[in-house]
């Protein structure tokens, strides 16, 4: 499985925007980039994901940089709801889904 | 909202007893997996299934098996449960579609062995 690398834990105040960071320097061809986050006392859920292009839905945006070796989820304005562990993984066909360590989002009111 | 169920959400039992913790999708999903999650810590994947008769270990061992006899059913099994199984298990499904590997994950439950 291609290996991502995220920030252990972030801050942000609540209604301004966050900016996530993901490096996947490994990133092949035909790996699509997926983030996924967990929520307190919750399973994981899905939240975007982009092959190369940046995406946009309403839970949040996706910026994936030009050679791809890097990528961004973006919580435009962050509710104290959004508070949770933010996973970056790389998934290809048949790929088991392994979900690291994450990004463990504090938002402060 | 996903269809996936896990039973029971709670379970304290003694060391040494067998156990079975039942997962069910109502999805039609091929693919399940079950996870393992102690609190503030990582996922990590201990068996899954790509369709009927087929299960794999994940990438951290465990002493559980796992049975994957129906589409809609991946019941997972301690034969001797020790205070070391202490943690929560995650079940999960999925559908690939149009490269979209989305995930739809259980309640979970978290057992407590004494």
């Known amino acids: 499985d291609a290996k991502t690398t995220q920030p252990n834990s972030m801050e942000s105040n609540e209604e301004e925007p966050v900016h996530l960071p993901c490096n996947h320097s490994t990133i092949s061809g035909t790996d699509y980039i997926h983030w996924y986050r967990q929520l307190p006392s919750q399973g994981p859920e899905y939240v975007i994901h982009?092959?190369?292009s940046n995406v946009n839905n309403r839970m949040a945006s996706l910026a994936i940089a030009e050679d791809r070796k890097s990528s961004t989820l973006i919580l435009h304005r962050a509710t104290l709801r959004d508070a949770a562990v933010y996973y970056c993984i790389l998934l290809n066909r048949d790929d088991k889904i392994i979900f690291g360590k994450g990004t463990r989002l504090h938002i402060l009111p | 909202e996903a269809d996936i169920y896990q039973t029971p959400r709670y379970l304290v039992i003694g060391t040494g007893k067998k156990i079975t913790l039942e997962c069910s999708q109502t999805m039609g999903h091929d693919k399940m997996y079950w996870y393992q999650q102690d609190p503030g810590m990582e996922l990590h994947l201990i068996h899954y299934?790509?369709?009927?008769?087929?299960?794999e270990k994940g990438d951290l061992s465990s002493e559980s098996t796992v049975s994957r006899i129906r589409t809609e059913h991946f019941p997972l099994t301690l034969e001797s449960a020790r205070p070391s199984h202490t943690s929560q298990y995650l079940c999960?499904?999925?559908?690939?579609?149009?490269?979209?590997?989305?995930?739809?994950f259980g309640p979970g439950t978290r057992l407590t062995v004494t």
């Open positions: 299934s790509y369709g009927v008769n087929s299960t």
């Open positions: 999960a499904s999925s559908a690939d579609y149009n490269h979209v590997y989305e995930q739809y």
């Open positions: 982009g092959l190369t």
